[in-house]
């Protein structure tokens, strides 16, 4: 075989190797684990198809699209969320979850994308400081920690959606629950039949910033997140999303 016809086959390996391998390196990267809770609306919830919708989830998507990375999301119970974190079974959390002493001894924060105050839902002549009362709250939250402090009897649940029956049929005097879930919670037929509505509670432990949590094992990606964050806030995505969920504007 003569030198010319070598060229040309070193030449089209060349171009093969630069029009095929490369992009198959570009995305050789794994995609993130992202956890989500499936049934906190309107931050996250399953809709009538079963498909994945809400706030977190929405925002998930756009810092997602933001870093250039492929991302996979995986549906927990919100009490295993800190601890799946910690072991390294998932990159990133998109949960609303408030940046607490406890929860940073195990997990990063990204930096906070919103403040929250927590919820007090009970009938107007049941308050905080009633005596004898059962207190509902979702396992594993904030609310729930709280609950546990009072020493208040306490009826614990997986889901936000497991409340309002709870409520309306007088096993929980009351529950405790984060500032955008009262909004869905309060539209629930039962709940106004019963006349139970909500107040603000003002505990400082169950209000502050809130933020997405990451594996202590990928620092690396809390800048990126981080980044995406301040993209999506300053392009008008986080507004977007904000107006189809909710009727307020995060802060």
Same mark, same amino acid.
């Given at each position: 075989?003569s030198i010319?016809?070598?060229?040309?086959?070193?030449?089209?390996?060349a *171009?093969?190797?630069?029009?095929?391998?490369?992009?198959?390196?570009?995305s050789?990267?794994?995609p993130?684990r992202?956890i @989500?809770?499936?049934?906190?609306?309107? &931050?996250s919830?399953?809709d009538g198809?079963g498909?994945l919708?809400g706030f977190?989830?929405? /925002?998930a998507?756009?810092? *997602?699209?933001t870093?250039?990375a492929r991302?996979e &999301?995986?549906?927990?119970a919100?009490?295993k !969320?800190?601890d799946?974190?910690?072991?390294?079974e998932?990159?990133?959390a998109a !949960?609303s979850?408030l940046i607490?002493?406890?929860?940073?001894? $195990?997990v990063l924060?990204?930096k906070p994308?919103y403040?929250s105050?927590?919820?007090?839902?009970?009938r107007?002549?049941?308050?905080?400081g009633a005596?004898?009362i059962t207190?509902?709250? @979702?396992?594993?939250?904030?609310?729930a920690?709280?609950v546990?402090i009072e020493?208040? $009897?306490?009826f614990? !649940?997986?889901?936000?959606?497991?409340?309002?029956?709870?409520l309306?049929?007088g096993?929980?005097d009351a529950?405790?629950?984060?500032?955008?879930?009262?909004?869905r919670?309060?539209q629930? $037929?039962? /709940?106004q039949?019963?006349e139970?509505?909500?107040?603000? /509670?003002?505990?400082?432990s169950?209000?502050?910033? !809130?933020?997405?949590s990451?594996?202590?094992q990928?620092a690396?990606?809390?800048?990126r997140?981080?980044?995406?964050?301040d993209?999506?806030?300053n392009?008008?995505?986080?507004?977007?999303?904000?107006?189809?969920?909710?009727?307020?504007?995060l802060?």
């Open positions: 075989m010319r016809p070598i060229h040309r086959i070193l030449r089209a390996l *171009c093969l190797m630069l029009g095929g391998l490369l992009p198959v390196m570009a050789a990267e794994p993130l992202v @989500v809770i499936g049934s906190s609306p309107p &931050m919830y399953e198809d498909k919708v977190n989830i929405e /925002l998507e756009a810092l *997602c699209q870093m250039k991302c &999301m995986h549906k927990v919100i009490g !969320v800190i799946m974190l910690a072991a390294g998932a990159d990133f !949960v979850f607490t002493p406890e929860r940073q001894e $195990k924060f990204s994308y403040r105050l927590s919820i007090w839902l009970a107007p002549e049941i308050r905080p005596t004898g207190v509902a709250a @979702v396992r594993g939250s904030a609310q920690r709280y546990e020493g208040w $009897k306490n614990f !649940v997986e889901h936000h959606r497991d409340l309002p029956p709870l309306a049929a096993t929980a529950a405790i629950v984060p500032m955008p879930t009262a909004l919670l309060i629930e $037929k039962e /709940l039949a019963r139970i509505g909500p107040s603000i /509670l003002p505990v400082p169950l209000g502050g910033d !809130v933020a997405f990451i594996n202590p990928r690396d990606l809390r800048p997140i981080d980044a995406a964050i993209a999506v806030k392009d008008g995505r986080f507004d977007r999303i904000n107006t189809k969920y909710l009727p307020f504007r802060q």
